[in-house]
């Protein structure tokens, strides 16, 4: 890593990218506003009907309210976010949500029961990454706009697929029940794209925060809504700003040109204990750290290959140095605290054992492979531990180093042989991750949908179904069964070695208070921050 000097560092940021605030050398940030100092290179849309990344998941989550929610005030709660209530059919099959009154777009519109029916279908129709959350419902571009429908001030939505009403309602508090006005989104309308052009860019939404500005490895800047319908949030201008280099992080903070910053290391963190300006605190998160192996390079298709990969890393070397407090070791494609979870480490670094197996395989002298890595911290370090430590058996890993969005733009089109990632939850359910890690009933290059699975073709089929039948079980105890079989053939089998999940460090000035983030870049609200 090249880290920048002081002085390009305070170039840097001499051009503030919000209104109302010409940035001053070593000044601190207006008390009307919070800066963030943080990695956001993996943002590619904002248009909540494509944005699947994590920065982008935490950004629509403020900007954009959706029919259901996980509010900050009680995570662990479903209610109402557009919707004021919702019933459910008794086969299950049918959803009806009444519209909040007196709801405002940040145009100034009211938020209709139409605008909610145009959301949904719209999702389905532009048919962006993101739309398998909701097609599996069994809406298609033919069948949305008979299955959902507005009337009056409810949304009538009917599901042809067999899954449990939980997990129905977990998916309306996804990203994808974002409530866009659809007035805004079709007066910016290009061949027929619903706005999408536009939308990755700009807004048009009710939540607590109005979309500015984003300029791309810049910053992203929100402005508050004061007729938020929980009440104005505590700031009036929030600005994240892409700072990939933790020592640059840490600069910004102890300056006071930042207010938090949130991907220091542990040898960053660790000199700020002294300072009784800056408090570091740690929440647990929900993201899975992990490698996804390309089926369709010859080596990674072989099932002992595989095996002896996913014990040539140094997990808890790793963990117990330059990760030390940030992450810890789950080898499992859900991660703990969701329904269904359970703690499983069954590798460890093993050469010897991992040089039989290649031997088994064929590959007696190992062979040389590709990885695509972001070319940052944590990253930076974990590729290079891999590199070492597969080399051990032979393996020649080649790192290339790249954007987090170029390293994701590969594994979308499975041309990677090993990408190097991370995977955040979509919503409250342990479908969430099956669906991505699992689901695969297409393994041709155009399928509907594109999960992880498809993206390393990987295609069991028999798998699928005992995903799907996860899905649909009503018996609590029994669904939570299957999914403790399923981690346990996903982690043995399938083309994923799967590390860590994290613990989010989240270091702040002390004078600024209320940011809480959840488990999930989607349950991270701005909204409640305050400076004293």
Known sequence: MTEITRRLLLAGTAAAPFAGWRHVVDA?????????????????????????????GEIATNVYDRLLRFEAEDLSKLVGGVAES?????????FTFKIRPNLKFHSGAPVTAEDVEFSLQRVVMIAKTPAFLITQLGWTKDTVKDLVKASG????????????PSLVLSLMTSIVASVVEKKVALAHETNGDYGNGWLKTNSAASGAFKLVSWKANESVTLEANPNFRLGAPGMKRVVIRHVPEPASQR???????????RDLTPDQIKPLAGNPDIKVESFKAANTFYMGLNLGYEPLANPKVRQAMKLLVDYDGMVKSFLAGRFFVQQSFLPLGYFGAIALTPYKLDVAKAKALLAEAGFPDGFAVKMAAPNAPPWTEISQSVQQTMGQAGIKVSIEPMELK??????????????????????FDPHTNADSFVHNDDNSDNPKIKPIAWRNRWFIPEITKDMLAAARELDTAKRAEQYAVLQKKVTEEGPY??????????ARRATTTGYTPGPSGDLSYFRKIKKS
Do not use: C
């Open 406 to 427: 170029a390293v994701i733009g590969q594994y979308r089109a499975r041309s990677h042989q090993i990408a190097m990632l991370s995977w955040g939850p979509d919503y």
């Open 86 to 94: 919702w019933t459910v059919s008794p086969d299950g099959k049918t």
């Open 497 to 506: 070695i799967f590390m860590f999940q994290n613990n989010i460090q989240v």
């Open 251 to 261: 600069l910004l903070l102890e300056k006071a040109d930042a207010d938090f910053a």
């Open 28 to 56: 601190a940030v207006p008390k009307d506003t919070v800066v963030f100092a943080k990695q956001i290179d993996d943002l590619i849309s904002l248009d909540p009907g494509e944005s699947y990344e994590i920065s982008g």
């Open 153 to 164: 001030d409810t949304v009538t939505a009917k599901i042809t697929a067999d899954l449990a």
